[in-house]
C-alpha cells in the first residue's frame, strides 16, 4: 500500500559493539522471503532499492526491541491503516499479543535475555510492574547488551512500580557509568527514585539535569514543576 514503515531494532555494524538502531520499511518480497529496507547509517550499493534482508535475519534483529515499529502515513488514510494494523492499533491489544510471543520465545529458549527483557517491556505496558521486574531480572541473568538501558527503559519503570526504589538506583549509576550520562531518561529515573525517598532536593536536580539534556523532556519538566522548584 506504499506506506514506509520505520523499525527499531538491534545492530552491530562493522567495527561497532551493539547499538539500537532506527530503519525504515519501504518493500517487501515473500516469493524471495525478504524485506528491502532504508539505513541512512550503512548506506546501499543499489541506492534507492535498499537494502535486502531475509525474513528471519531482519527478525533477528527486530526482536531486540521487542517488534517496536510505526507506522508513517497520511491523516486521509487512517481508515486503511486502521483495517491492515487490525489489533495492533489499539495499544493494549498490542501489548498483550507482545507478551504472549516473548513468553513463548523465553519459555522456548530460557537463556534468550531479549525474550525475557521483551516480557517486562509489554508488562510495564500492561501495568504489570511486579511481573514486569521479575522479568527484567531474568533478562539481566540471561544477558543483554550493556548499551540496552541507553535505548529502552522498562527496567527503570518497573522497578520504580514494584518499590524497588534502590535497584533502580543501582541501575541509574550503571548507566551514568557507561555512556548513559548522555540519556535524559537516566536523570528522570533518578528524580523519581529520590523523591521516592524523599530526597526533594537532589531529585529537583536530576530532573533539571535531564532538561538540560533535552530541554523538550516533558514529564522531567512535569515531575519538577510538580516538586514546585
Known amino acids: 500500500n506504499n506506506i514506509p514503515v520505520i523499525i527499531e531494532s538491534g545492530s552491530m555494524p562493522e567495527g561497532y559493539d551493539w ?14 522471503g525478504v524485506f528491502f529496507i532504508l539505513d541512512s547509517f550503512v548506506g546501499s550499493e543499489n541506492p534507492g532499492a535498499g537494502i535486502v534482508e531475509s525474513y528471519p ?14 507506522v508513517v502515513y497520511e491523516p486521509q488514510r487512517q481508515a486503511l491503516v486502521e483495517r491492515i494494523l487490525g489489533d495492533y492499533m489499539d495499544t493494549t491489544r498490542a501489548a498483550e499479543i507482545a507478551l504472549e510471543r516473548a513468553t513463548a520465545e523465553a519459555t522456548a529458549n530460557t537463556t534468550d535475555g531479549h525474550a525475557w527483557y521483551n516480557m517486562g517491556t509489554s508488562l510495564v505496558a500492561l501495568g504489570a510492574y511486579e511481573r514486569a521486574a521479575d522479568a527484567f531480572d531474568r533478562a539481566r541473568v540471561a544477558g543483554v547488551p550493556w548499551r540496552m ?34 540519556v535524559e531518561e537516566t536523570y528522570y529515573w533518578q528524580g523519581r527514585a ?18 538540560l539534556r533535552n530541554p523538550l523532556y516533558a514529564d522531567a519538566r512535569a515531575a519538577l514543576d510538580a516538586l514546585g522548584s
Open 57 to 70: 535475519d531482519f527478525d533477528d534483529d527486530w526482536h531486540h526491541f521487542n517488534r517496536t515499529f510505526i
Open 19 to 32: 547499538l539500537g538502531h532506527y530503519r525504515t520499511v519501504v518493500g517487501y518480497d515473500d516469493n524471495q
Open 149 to 182: 538501558t541507553w535505548y529502552q527503559f522498562g527496567p527503570f519503570e518497573a522497578y520504580y512500580g514494584a518499590g524497588r526504589i534502590q535497584e533502580l538506583l543501582s541501575l541509574v549509576s550503571t548507566n551514568l557509568g557507561n555512556g548513559g550520562e548522555y
Open 194 to 211: 529520590l523523591e521516592a525517598q524523599g530526597r526533594t532536593t537532589e531529585a529537583a536536580s536530576a530532573y533539571r539535569t535531564a532538561l
